[in-house]
């Protein structure tokens, strides 16, 4: 069973759109994050969700929002995509501070 | 602020020896230190940690990290690597209170050479 789970794997979509990426985690962890891979392979952390509450919300466009409708899903909505935006996206999630990260697949997002 | 530094981002070994990929990290606060390592088109799969108590710490895959606060260092170790450790490996620091955010190093690219 996967324990972090991303769709889609792969998103391809031109300048402007707006699209979402789900994640969802069965491990009955509190906390959820995205982080941005960029392509010289940088990790960055943008959100992080605790018992649906934003607790992290880094210096990211607020092109970008996380949305949490339960304690196992944070999806990422992304409005008006620009050609930055194109990186790889990771799902992450995590009991507490003391339990390490479970990482998703990733979904590659490219902008044409 | 927290910063993660991995002074080498590509690392090209020989099979069957053995590898260090080096970790240095500043933070005004204590941390916990851990590597993950990244897989060809997958995510990040955690290979160790250290918490707190012996300095010496073990990981899968024989896997082995020492960490040393007075130089800020979590070195990565392998006595004898494979061809499928051939992958890319990142260190990363979370603060020991707040929001469990991690803070990753730019990663090292491991190439085991047959």
């Known amino acids: 069973d996967t324990a972090v789970s991303q769709t889609p794997k792969y998103l391809v979509t031109q300048m402007g759109n707006d699209k979402s990426i789900k994640c969802e985690q069965n491990?009955?962890?509190?906390?959820m994050y995205w982080y941005k891979q960029d392509s010289k392979k940088f990790l960055k952390i943008m959100f992080s969700?605790?018992?649906?509450?934003?607790?992290i919300n880094e210096t990211v466009p607020n092109r970008f929002s996380p949305k949490s409708p339960d304690k196992a899903h944070l999806n990422l909505h992304i409005n008006s995509l620009e050609l930055g935006d194109s990186a790889v996206y990771f799902c992450?999630?995590?009991?507490?501070?003391?339990?390490?990260?479970?990482f998703g697949d990733g979904t590659r997002l490219s902008i044409l | 602020a927290q910063s993660v530094t991995q002074l080498d981002s590509q690392v090209p070994v020989f099979e069957e020896a053995p590898v260090e990929l080096r970790c240095n990290y500043s933070?005004?606060?204590?941390?916990?230190l851990f590597w993950y390592v990244q897989y060809p088109n997958q995510g990040l799969q955690l290979l160790l940690k250290?918490?707190?108590?012996?300095?010496l710490v073990k990981g899968i895959n024989g896997f082995e990290a020492e960490f040393n606060k007075s130089q800020t260092s979590f070195h990565l170790r392998k006595p004898s690597v494979h061809i499928s450790d051939t992958a890319e490996y990142f260190c990363?620091?979370?603060?020991?209170?707040?929001?469990?955010?991690?803070?990753f190093g730019t990663g090292t690219r491991l190439t085991v050479i047959p």
């Open positions: 250290y918490l707190s108590g012996s300095t």
């Open positions: 933070s005004s606060v204590s941390v916990y």
């Open positions: 491990l009955g962890h509190d906390t």
């Open positions: 969700y605790n018992n649906k509450e934003l607790i």
């Open positions: 992450a999630s995590s009991q507490d501070i003391l339990q390490p990260q479970h």
């Open positions: 990363a620091v979370s603060v020991r209170s707040g929001a469990n955010n991690l803070f």
